[in-house]
C-alpha cells in the first residue's frame, strides 16, 4: 500500500475499519474479504502514477459501495467480545503466534534445548506459509515479521554447517598428503556432493535456506 | 407500479443470478477479484456494486465451489486468482437447469399458454 499517499491510504484503513466491524461474527473471513478489497484497489488504482492520490481511491471505494450495502445481514450481527477475539486472531495469525512463541522459547534457553524449539518453530513457519498458500492468502507484514526470524535462523546454521561444516572433521583426518591438499580435496567433494544434491533435489536447498538463498516470490518460497 | 417497488424487485432478481454469473465468468477463464468485478461489470442488466463480490467469493470458497491460488504478476504484487472447483462445475450446470427450466415456464406464463 506504498503505492497510496497517506491521505489515500487513511481513506483505505476507514473503509476496511467500517467493513470489519459489521463483519464481527458472520460466515465470512474478514482477513481475506479485506485482502480482496486492498487487492481491488491496488488493481484498479494500476494504471494511475504513484503516489496514488486520495481522490482516485475515493472514487474506487465509491464503486465498490458502502460495505453496509454489500454485506448482508448475516454478516452483521451485534459485535461480542468472544466474536471480535475470534476475528483478530484466524488461524493464520495463531499460527504465526506460535512461531513466534516457539522462536522466543528457543532462544530464551538455547544453549539446551533452544535448539529443538528452534527447529519447531521453523517447522511451524513452514506449515504456516503452506496453509496460507494452500488458503490462497498472502501471509501480511506482520505475519512475516512473525515466522521469518526461524526461517532465517535455520537457514543461516544450515547455510554456515553447508560451508564450513566439514573442516572441523577434514582437519581431523591423517591421509599421507599435505594438509591444505586434504582440506581442499574434501572440501571440493563436499561441495560437489552438495551441489548434485541441491541439483537432484532442488526442492531441499528451497526449503532449508529460504529465505537467505531463495528467489523470493511474496509469501511464496 | 412505484419506484421503490421496481427498485427492490430488480434488486432482489441481481441478487439471485449473481450466484450463477460468477460461476459462469469463472468457467469462461480463472480471474483475479477485480478482473472479475470487471466482467460482470459488463453482463447488461447486471448493476452490482463492486464490493458485492468479495463476500459472495468468500462464502463459494468456503463451500469449496471456488478455490484461490495466488500468482505472481508482471504489473505489480501477486493476484489471487479464483478458479471454479469440480463442486462449482457441477453447482454452475445445476443452476443452468434451473433458470432454463423457470425462464421456460415464466414465458410460457407471460404469453398466456400456460
Not at chain 1, 454485506?71 to 483478530?88: F, T
Not at chain 1, 516457539?102 to 524449539?117: H, N
Not at chain 2, 504478476?73 to 437447469?97: C, V
Request: hydrophobic share 45%; net charge negative; aromatic share 8%.
Amino acid at each position: 500500500m506504498d503505492r497510496l499517499t497517506p491521505r489515500a491510504r487513511a481513506l483505505l484503513r476507514d473503509y476496511l475499519d467500517d467493513m470489519r466491524s459489521l463483519m464481527t461474527a458472520g460466515d465470512l473471513d474478514a482477513e481475506e474479504v479485506e485482502e480482496d478489497i486492498r487487492d481491488h484497489v491496488l488493481a484498479a488504482t494500476a494504471e494511475y502514477q504513484e503516489p496514488v492520490d486520495a481522490d482516485v481511491v475515493a472514487q474506487v471505494l465509491r464503486e465498490l459501495g458502502p460495505p453496509s450495502r454489500w454485506l448482508s445481514r448475516d454478516d452483521s450481527p451485534a459485535p461480542d467480545p468472544a466474536s471480535e477475539g475470534k476475528r483478530r486472531f484466524d488461524g493464520l495469525r495463531m499460527m504465526a503466534g506460535a512461531v513466534f512463541v516457539a522462536t522466543v522459547v528457543g532462544l530464551a534457553v538455547f544453549p539446551w534445548v533452544g535448539p529443538l524449539a528452534l527447529l519447531v518453530a521453523w517447522a511451524l513457519a513452514r506449515a504456516t506459509m503452506a496453509h496460507a498458500r494452500e488458503a490462497g492468502r498472502s501471509l501480511g507484514p506482520l505475519n512475516q515479521w512473525l515466522i521469518y526470524p526461524p526461517l532465517v535462523l535455520v537457514a543461516l546454521a544450515a547455510l554456515a554447517l553447508i560451508l564450513v561444516g566439514p573442516i572441523r572433521i577434514l582437519m581431523a583426518v591423517s591421509l599421507p598428503l599435505p594438509r591444505w591438499a586434504t582440506l581442499a580435496a574434501g572440501l571440493a567433494a563436499w561441495y560437489g556432493m552438495v551441489a548434485l544434491v541441491g541439483r537432484l533435489f532442488p526442492s531441499i536447498p528451497r526449503l532449508v535456506l529460504f529465505p537467505v538463498f531463495s528467489p523470493r516470490s511474496g509469501d511464496r518460497p | 407500479m412505484n419506484d421503490s417497488f421496481r427498485d427492490n424487485w430488480t434488486t432482489q432478481l441481481r441478487k439471485g443470478v449473481l450466484e450463477m454469473s460468477v460461476l459462469a465468468a469463472l468457467r469462461e477463464e480463472r480471474r483475479y477479484g477485480y478482473d472479475l468485478v470487471q466482467r460482470l461489470g459488463q453482463l447488461p442488466g447486471l448493476v452490482i456494486r463492486d464490493g458485492t463480490v468479495y463476500p459472495l467469493l468468500n462464502r463459494m470458497k468456503k463451500d469449496g465451489l471456488v478455490r484461490s491460488e495466488l500468482e505472481e504478476s508482471p504489473e505489480g504484487p501477486a493476484r489471487k486468482y479464483y478458479q471454479l472447483t469440480n463442486a462449482g462445475q457441477d453447482a454452475l450446470e445445476w443452476m443452468q437447469g434451473e433458470w432454463l427450466t423457470l425462464v421456460e415456464g415464466l414465458t410460457e406464463l407471460t404469453r398466456g399458454e400456460g
